[in-house]
């Protein structure tokens, strides 16, 4: 089964992944920022120990800087997992969330 117009329907998503990662494709070379990258990835211990049994336990209780959301939490995990403490890495994971945001978005909005 094929939705109606279909074709625009690839052709609309193919545009948006070209443009989310046209607008913030430079973030793959980027350093952590001082903003929050320092509480939340390179100078937290528990996410820079990698993931463990006890982290994803601090990840689903802790309330670090008045916020609850362990998925926050346990995204930077798995980065230090595969990646080490690479800025351009973890950020491109996040740009790859944030493309399949646009996407959610846009295929939700189509119903």
């Known amino acids: 089964m094929s939705w109606p117009g279909s074709k625009h329907v690839a052709s609309i998503a193919a545009a ?17 920022v001082a903003y ?20 994803v336990s601090w990840a689903l209780t802790a309330t670090e800087n008045s916020n609850w959301h362990p998925v926050t939490w346990i995204s930077p995990y798995l980065d230090v997992e595969l990646y080490g403490l690479d800025a351009g890495k973890h950020h491109r994971t996040n740009l790859l969330i944030h493309t399949a945001n ?9 119903a």
């Open 16 to 32: 948006l992944v070209v443009v989310t990662w046209a607008a913030f494709s430079g973030v793959l070379h980027g350093a952590f």
């Open 102 to 110: 646009v996407l959610l978005i846009f295929f939700c909005s189509r």
């Open 36 to 55: 929050d990258d320092g509480v939340y990835v390179a100078a937290n211990e528990h996410v820079t120990n990698g993931i463990s049994r006890g982290a």
